[in-house]
């Protein structure tokens, strides 16, 4: 099991940027694929990206390719989503989670999630 902490979030004008930030504990932090998942209200969690235990392999979701980065720091234990061009429909709660294998443009495996962090875009 892994705690996952997200920071970041805020109000911002549609073409702003945010960098969200989720920490996590333990030591094994670099045995896990970390995600990045959005909710907006009225909707279902929707899966944004994902990285590779090394962060050389990546995945986003077609909404955001090119827009949004994910990466991370295993000497700190932290996964980052910086958020470049918002847009009002990247409104949402933005949650981490964390897991141990698979495919990493998949959903299947992930179990443990942080608090969520608001993002919203004024239009």
């Known amino acids: 099991q892994v705690q996952l902490v997200e920071s970041g979030g805020g109000l911002v004008q549609a073409g702003g940027s945010l960098r969200l930030s989720c920490a996590a504990s333990g030591r094994t932090f670099t045995t896990y694929i970390m995600g990045w998942f959005r909710q907006a209200p009225g909707k279902e969690r929707e899966f944004v990206a994902a990285?590779?235990?090394?962060?050389?392999?990546?995945y986003y979701t077609d909404s955001v390719k090119g827009r949004f980065t994910i990466s991370r720091d295993n000497a700190k234990n932290t996964v980052y989503l910086q958020m470049n061009s918002l847009k009002p429909e990247d409104t949402a709660v933005y949650y981490c989670?964390?897991?141990?294998?698979?495919?990493?443009?998949?959903?299947?495996?992930?179990?443990?999630w942080g608090q969520g962090t608001q993002v919203t875009v004024s239009s």
């Open positions: 990285v590779s235990w090394s962060g050389r392999s990546t």
């Open positions: 989670s964390a897991k141990t294998g698979g495919n990493i443009a998949t959903i299947t495996g992930y179990g443990d």
